[in-house]
């Protein structure tokens, strides 16, 4: 089974900072993929980027962009330019090819003024 | 494109009654799945429907509850004789084609249990 681990139960950063948000994972399979999803408070779970773990480079969305370590089972989020509207709750995700989505406990971002 | 809709959005209900929930998928996607969410916690699977076919189901996933899609399109689930240990936010996904595509969530059905 597969299991996801995100060790930062909180983060905050101040706006227009970069802030990193870890997770590892742990498989034994090849093929799969890894998320990173957003919920804003009482709103619901929003994708934010997304990797195939038979890509060697890096995923990236704009502000966001990830560090994938595949052989540490490694796959951090990074925020650039950090804003009030990246407040919520991040989730890193795993899926392997049977579809079904495994998550971290999450970690919740705090966008300071 | 509307997204995922979910109905309803709050259910207070009193132990030992049934609930029933709906989920309409964006349209024309394949694949409708269903999370389990406890407060500060991920979500967790529960079920996966490809078109109408049930494919899998977790373990979490007790004989009180039952899930269906009957036609393809939107799907229910329905959990039987609740216990307070079921109050969650119940989540559902749903994706377009086979293999790896992305989930796109709905907003959810959060549970009470009195």
């Known amino acids: 089974a597969q299991t996801v681990t995100q060790s930062q139960p909180e983060m905050s950063v101040q706006e227009a900072e970069t802030v990193t948000l870890s997770c590892t994972y742990d498989?034994?399979?090849?093929?799969?993929?890894l998320f990173w999803y957003k919920q804003p408070p009482s709103r619901q779970m929003i994708l934010v980027i997304r990797?195939?773990?038979?890509?060697?480079q890096n995923a990236t969305e704009n502000r966001f962009s990830v560090n994938f370590q595949k052989a540490a089972k490694s796959f951090s989020l990074k925020i650039s330019d950090s804003q009030l509207g990246d407040t919520a709750m991040y989730f890193c995700?795993?899926?392997?090819?049977?579809?079904?989505?495994?998550f971290g406990e999450g970690t919740q971002l705090t966008v300071n003024p | 494109d509307t997204g995922v809709s979910q109905d309803p959005r709050h259910k207070i209900t009193k132990r030992g009654q049934n609930v029933t929930f709906r989920c309409d998928p964006i349209?024309?996607?394949?694949?409708l799945y269903w999370y389990r969410q406890t407060l500060g916690q991920g979500p967790e699977f529960l079920t996966y429907?490809?078109?109408?076919?049930?494919?899998?189901k977790s373990r979490l996933l007790s004989d009180r509850f039952s899930a269906e899609r009957p036609k393809g399109s939107f799907s229910t689930l329905e959990i039987q004789r609740t216990e307070q240990g079921d109050s969650a936010m119940y989540l559902c996904?749903?994706?377009?084609?086979?293999?790896?595509?992305?989930?796109?969530f709905g907003p959810g059905t959060r549970l009470t249990v009195l």
């Open positions: 996904a749903s994706s377009p084609a086979l293999g790896a595509d992305t989930q796109y």
């Open positions: 498989t034994s399979e090849s093929n799969y993929y």
């Open positions: 990797q195939e773990a038979y890509k060697q």
């Open positions: 995700a795993f899926m392997n090819l049977d579809s079904r989505l495994t």
């Open positions: 349209s024309e996607h394949n694949r």
């Open positions: 429907f490809q078109n109408e076919a049930q494919l899998e």
